[in-house]
């Protein structure tokens, strides 16, 4: 089959400016971190990125460590751009990024130089491009001096190999000397990538304010909380779920989330939306965030999520109902 784009794909996808860039992203990215590995069905996978293009999801979000096994998603998703999405190149942002485990040895994590360029060059060989268009340190290192990671990231974006530079998982503090120090090098910090969801907060504790001061854009990972902010786990864990594999989401988180999911999704049913597209709309209702990075393990997923760009308003009482959750 061949495949061709959606002629409609940029009608009705909303585009946000990305921090005081002049790239514009997706207001739903798609990640790659679950469902695009070796060990899932790539007709499925290929199936969800095809789907995604056609609704203007421009952005995919990949890292050297994703599969399982790991490199397995880069390469994955090298194999769906030469199929079929290679004729869009100029469409897409595609990101990787490099910080956990890929080699053994001292070289094969964290921050040095050594490491993140070595994993650079082998992320674009794995996906078969020239260039990302974003790359990320994956997580800070504290052992490995900031300045040298980051000028890591500068010669990635100078040699030609990136053309944006962005962070993910770092503390308020440390983005803000990160960001400063790229700022200095002449590569500005394009992008912050944390985890925040109803569920995990913490960006709200100073990492937002330190991004819009400094111009930076936000792109939230796992904001449904690894599914636990959708309908997945109302009644019990479902076959196939992730929470099945009991690795990166465990029974007893969806035990222990429980009776909040079943109170928030009353909130989100009186909305007129799903679950999951309320915990979406949730996020990306403040300004400072870009893009909102979902993963999904269907079509059937991905459609549900883009819906929420249909209501992303909440009125003060929707607020203050969500609050008394969260805070109950
Ligand atoms: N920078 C980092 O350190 C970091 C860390 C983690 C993730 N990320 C990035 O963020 C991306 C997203 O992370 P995530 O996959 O944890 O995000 P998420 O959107 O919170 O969770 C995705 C999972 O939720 C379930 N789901 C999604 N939409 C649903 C719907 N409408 N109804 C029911 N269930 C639904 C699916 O679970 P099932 O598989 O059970 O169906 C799906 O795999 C990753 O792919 C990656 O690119 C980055």
């Known amino acids: 089959m061949t495949y061709q784009a959606n002629e409609t794909r940029y009608d009705s996808m909303k585009y946000n400016r990305c921090g005081k860039s002049g790239l514009k992203l997706p ?21 969800i990125v095809h789907r995604a293009f056609d609704m203007g999801i421009t952005h995919f979000d990949l890292a050297n460590n994703y599969g399982p096994p790991p490199g397995s998603a880069e390469e994955n998703f090298g194999k769906i751009l030469k199929q079929d999405l290679g004729l869009y190149r100029d469409e897409l942002v595609i990101s990787t990024k490099a910080g956990y485990l890929m080699w ?19 992320s674009l ?19 490995t001096p900031l300045t040298e990671t980051m000028m890591a990231l500068d010669y990635a974006v100078r040699s030609g190999k990136a053309l944006y530079a962005g962070i993910s998982n770092y503390p308020p503090d440390m983005a803000k000397e990160a960001i400063g120090i790229l700022r200095q090098l002449g590569t500005p910090c394009l992008i912050h990538q944390p985890r925040y969801s109803m569920f995990d907060r913490w960006v709200e504790d100073g990492l937002l304010d330190v991004l819009e001061e400094e111009g930076v854009g936000c792109i939230p990972f796992s904001p449904l909380a690894q599914g636990l ?19 990166f989401l465990k029974k007893a988180d969806v035990d222990a989330a429980h009776g909040k999911i079943l109170k928030l999704n009353k909130i989100a049913e009186k909305r007129g939306q799903s679950l999951a597209q309320m915990a979406l709309a949730w996020i990306i209702k403040d300004k ?11 079509v ?23 609050e008394e959750v969260l805070n109950s």
Not at 104 to 122: H, I, M, T
Not at 229 to 247: D, H
């Open 27 to 47: 207001a739903v990215s798609l990640g790659l971190w679950h469902n695009f590995g070796g060990v899932d069905n790539f007709e499925n996978s290929r199936a």
């Open 104 to 122: 053994p040895g001292p070289y094969g994590e964290w921050g040095s130089r050594k490491y993140v360029l070595a994993s650079l060059d082998q």
């Open 125 to 143: 060989k794995r996906i078969g491009i020239d260039h990302v268009d974003i790359f990320y340190s994956h997580r800070p290192d504290p052992d």
């Open 229 to 247: 902010l959708t309908n997945r786990y109302l009644n019990g864990i479902p076959e196939g779920s992730r929470a099945t594999r009991e690795v």
């Open 288 to 298: 400072r965030i870009t893009s909102v990075l979902i993963g999904a393990s269907s």
């Open 300 to 322: 059937k997923q991905l459609d549900d999520n883009v819906e929420m760009l249909k209501n992303c308003q909440f009125t003060a009482d929707e607020l203050k109902d969500i």
